[in-house]
């Protein structure tokens, strides 16, 4: 089943894009949320003071599950085609999905930092941990995927010392790496993913394969793939092109091949 014909099964099954959120600390008083829509109906979210995880739970459990983790510069969060949508994609396809809103370091004034928003990850690794049973995910089979700025998130989630919140798994799609990153022993496998024609140029187009190969000297796991003609912040979008609308079945097949997913 191709990825955006899965993604309809899996809205008309749930009747929405968006799912139940879960907050992640009891809640702080204070301004809301912004959202604010795109010309194409897309939704960006900024001023999060209260993080949270949106619910995906498939119909038939795999037992693994994936923090998603949008991007959106540290600034804002881009929450449809980084986030609900690959959550529902996910769910579709057996494996469980919490979507994260997290706190932004780079909003104008934020008090927030970049140790925050990888501690809003972790944090939302732990609850799934904790909730393993109730939500029919196995702690050993939880990573996270981010995007972009989301993607810099799971990389350092996924090599961060603490064991007890580190991802068993790491999707980076189009990351920016981090310009300091400590590659410690236990790496968690890695699938990365970027277009050859990044707008953010040769920090991510060659910063990515950069990285596979500090992942690779570093007794990691990774896999790396480039795709030509491809620019930034793709996701899931119906106007991607047929080749880009398949890399979600290139993680899910990763995914496999690690052993998270059961071939069936």
């Given amino acids: 089943m191709r990825p955006l014909a899965a993604l309809a099964v899996a809205l008309l099954l749930t009747g929405s894009a968006f799912a139940e959120e879960i907050p992640l600390r009891p809640v702080v008083p204070?301004?809301?949320?912004?959202?604010r829509l795109t010309d194409q109906g897309e939704h960006i979210?900024?001023?999060?003071?209260?993080?949270?995880?949106a619910l995906y739970l498939p119909a038939q459990a795999s037992g693994a599950g994936v923090v998603v983790i949008p991007g959106g510069g540290h600034r804002e969060l881009w929450m449809d085609h980084?986030?609900?949508?690959?959550?529902?994609?996910?769910?579709a396809h057996g494996v469980a999905a919490f979507v994260l809103k997290y706190r932004l370091s780079g909003a104008p004034?934020?008090?927030?930092?970049?140790?925050?928003?990888?501690?809003?990850?972790?944090?939302?690794?732990?609850?799934?941990?904790?909730?393993?049973?109730?939500?029919?995910?196995?702690?050993?089979?939880?990573?996270?995927?981010?995007?972009?700025a989301g993607g810099e998130l799971a990389l350092l989630a996924g090599t961060a010392p603490d064991?007890?919140?580190?991802?068993?798994?790491?999707?980076?799609?189009?990351p920016a790496p981090p310009k300091t990153l400590t590659l410690g022993a236990n790496l968690p496998p890695a699938f990365l993913l970027c277009g050859a024609d990044d707008s953010d140029g040769p920090n991510i187009s060659e910063g990515v394969p950069a990285l596979y190969l500090a992942l690779k000297?570093?007794?990691?796991?990774p896999e790396m793939h480039i795709l030509s003609k491809t620019g930034h912040g793709f996701g899931m979008r119906d106007a991607n092109g047929a080749s880009i609308q398949e890399w979600p079945v290139l993680f899910l097949d990763w995914l496999q091949g690690q052993g998270f997913i059961a071939r069936g």
């Fill in 30 to 35: 204070g301004d809301a949320e912004i959202v």
């Fill in 45 to 53: 979210v900024s001023n999060v003071r209260n993080p949270s995880i």
């Fill in 82 to 91: 980084e986030g609900y949508r690959v959550g529902a994609w996910l769910a």
């Fill in 109 to 148: 004034g934020s008090p927030y930092t970049i140790a925050d928003e990888v501690d809003d990850v972790q944090a939302a690794l732990r609850l799934v941990r904790s909730h393993a049973k109730d939500w029919n995910v196995s702690p050993e089979r939880l990573g996270v995927i981010g995007f972009s």
């Fill in 163 to 174: 064991a007890s919140a580190r991802p068993a798994f790491m999707g980076l799609i189009y």
């Fill in 217 to 221: 000297h570093a007794g990691g796991s």
